[in-house]
């Protein structure tokens, strides 16, 4: 079995932002008394719909973590039913996108994307359920990078729920191509 560190280590980057927890790291070794501890540095930017976020871990070495993200939300609820994004990919990797949704659906099916009925869609499967919510993954290649940068209406994520009831979250692409643009850039 081959593991991809680089695609590991991405996907558990942008997991933590998902759950908001700090980037796992190294236990640090001991710091001196008048050396303060460093806390790590955070910047978000919002084009429309989608927010770039970039964490800067202090080092040895200086690690800097950064993903784009969209979140969905019912009305009056808290919680979001849905986080999409994509981290900044590895100088050679491809471009992955990663769904996060609540543990309550079906996992056989995953996740497809759509512009509309017509489109045959993007699949993203699941790959794991924790207790903050299941993913869904998929590498997304230059025909899926046109269409969403080009998309002017929302697309719909579709999917089963626990109950096997189909679900349709909406998906939209507004501020997309400039989102990803300063993902690049960082």
């Given at each position: 079995m081959h593991i991809d560190t680089k695609r590991t280590a991405m996907a558990g980057a942008l997991l933590a932002a998902f759950m908001s927890?700090?980037?796992?790291?190294?236990?640090?070794?001991?710091?001196?008394?008048?050396?303060?501890?460093?806390?790590?540095?955070?910047t978000t930017a919002t084009y429309d719909d989608w927010i770039v976020r970039c964490e800067t871990q202090p080092g040895p070495p200086q690690q800097k973590i950064c993903d784009m993200a969209q979140m969905a939300q019912v009305q009056g609820q808290a919680n979001p039913i849905s986080r999409v994004g994509i981290a900044k990919p590895a100088k050679g990797e491809p471009i992955?996108?990663?769904?996060?949704?609540?543990?309550?659906?079906?996992?056989?099916?995953?996740?497809?994307?759509?512009?509309?009925?017509?489109?045959?869609?993007l699949l993203?499967?699941?790959?794991?359920?924790?207790?903050?919510?299941?993913f869904a993954e998929v590498d997304v290649k230059d025909d899926a990078m046109k269409k969403f940068r080009s998309a002017t209406a929302p697309w719909?994520?579709?999917?089963?729920?626990?109950?096997?009831?189909?679900v349709a979250i909406p998906l939209s692409f507004k501020g997309?191509?400039?989102?990803?643009?300063a993902l690049l850039k960082q």
């Open positions: 927890a700090a980037v796992a790291q190294q236990p640090a070794p001991p710091q001196q008394p008048q050396q303060p501890q460093q806390n790590p540095q955070r992955r996108l990663v769904i996060q949704l609540p543990v309550n659906v079906t996992v056989a099916n995953g996740v497809k994307l759509q512009a509309n009925d017509k489109d045959p869609g993203a499967p699941f790959k794991r359920c924790i207790p903050a919510g299941c719909k994520m579709q999917l089963k729920d626990g109950a096997d009831h189909d997309f191509g400039q989102a990803f643009d």
